[in-house]
């Protein structure tokens, strides 16, 4: 028979997360009874929602730039991509937390999630899980066919990421396969077949993930090694972290770059392709700005560096939505 879980007391921040910002939304406006599930779907820590839409937008964006400009449909793909990362981002955040249970209660920034500090159990957490895939399932089959398939081929990497971490030094490139799949779904949304420049953008993606979660990874490389958990923080180590980063910079930049070049030099003309080009610049920019400030010691440091790469790749979209109406 299931455990009951603990029912959370009334009042804003009762079962908070550790690693949460203080006085977010959840802790502060949710009603206490959905405060567990939403904590699960990491809607306190919005970031990851953000890591996972923007490769979306990277791909839509350059889609549209290539084939002459946005059309009245790209509001709807990028309206339905921001509402199926929040719900995938969610799904996939809780089918981490049922994976990771005993894991996470071993480590000091985890164990005060909903799972192993008892809050919900498996069977809700596995509910909320199928719901958020629902949702999320419905939306996806108002897009184009092809996009269709390569949204249900995500759950491949998605559903095997957490136990990545069990069986190879490299996790982070696993999350980069599955976090970055949005770029190959959006520009298949927008031209309706998938394309070499989509394909050069999700690598660009990947690099760009091994790089942030190379840095969050760094919070709990301690704990890490006590459990017997791998990632690329404890494999480079604290002297060799700054190289391999420096290395997934320009794997980054020169993919985004090459993305860029494979679209629109063939017939958008200078000024998209400048354009292009100069966010990919203030993307790796934005990176090396980061690379200057990292200190692998200090946990809060690389956490604040994690998050800033919303920035990031903000900029690159930025620049690519100009390039598609340039």
């Known amino acids: 028979m299931a455990e009951a879980p603990q029912t959370p007391e009334p009042g804003p921040g009762h079962g908070a997360v550790a690693d949460a910002a203080p006085g977010n939304w959840v802790d502060r406006l949710a009603p206490a009874p959905w405060r567990p599930y939403l904590r699960l779907s990491r809607a306190d820590r919005p970031i990851g ?45 809780t089918w981490n937390d049922v994976t990771d249970r005993d894991i996470d209660a071993a480590v000091a920034r985890t164990r005060s999630r909903p799972l192993p500090s008892g809050q919900v159990t498996v ?4 509910a909320w899980m199928a719901a958020q895939t629902a949702l999320a399932g419905a939306i996806l089959l108002t897009f184009p066919p092809a996009a269709i398939a390569l949204g249900l081929a995500a759950l ?16 982070q490139a696993f999350l980069g396969i599955a976090f970055n799949w949005g770029a190959l779904v959006g520009w298949t949304a927008h031209t309706g077949s998938l394309g070499r420049p989509a394909v050069a953008l999700w690598a660009a993606g990947i690099a760009w993930t091994l790089f942030y979660d190379t840095i969050y990874a760094h919070q709990d490389k301690e704990d890490d090694a006590l459990i017997g958990v791998r990632s690329t923080a404890r494999l480079f180590g604290d002297g060799g972290t700054s190289r391999w980063l420096r290395r997934f910079l320009a794997a980054a930049v020169i993919l985004a ?10 017939g958008a003309g200078p000024v998209p392709l400048a354009l292009a080009l100069g966010g990919v610049w203030g993307f790796g920019w934005h990176m090396a700005r980061q690379l200057a400030r990292l200190d692998t010691t200090d946990p809060a440091r690389c956490l604040a560096l994690f998050r800033s790469n919303r920035d990031a790749g903000l900029i690159l979209a930025l620049f690519l939505a ?3 109406v340039a």
């Open 257 to 266: 770059a090459l993305a860029a070049v494979l679209a629109l030099a063939p």
């Open 123 to 126: 069977r809700q957490a596995l």
């Open 49 to 93: 929602t953000w890591l996972l839409l923007i490769p979306c937008l990277w791909g839509i964006a350059l889609a549209a730039a290539s084939t002459g400009g946005f059309r009245p449909q790209d509001a709807w793909l990028v309206a339905g991509c921001t509402m199926g990362a929040f719900l995938m981002r969610g799904a996939g955040c």
């Open 322 to 324: 100009a390039a598609a």
């Open 156 to 171: 491949v990497p998605v559903a095997a990421y957490p136990f990545a971490k069990r069986f190879t030094w490299w996790p």
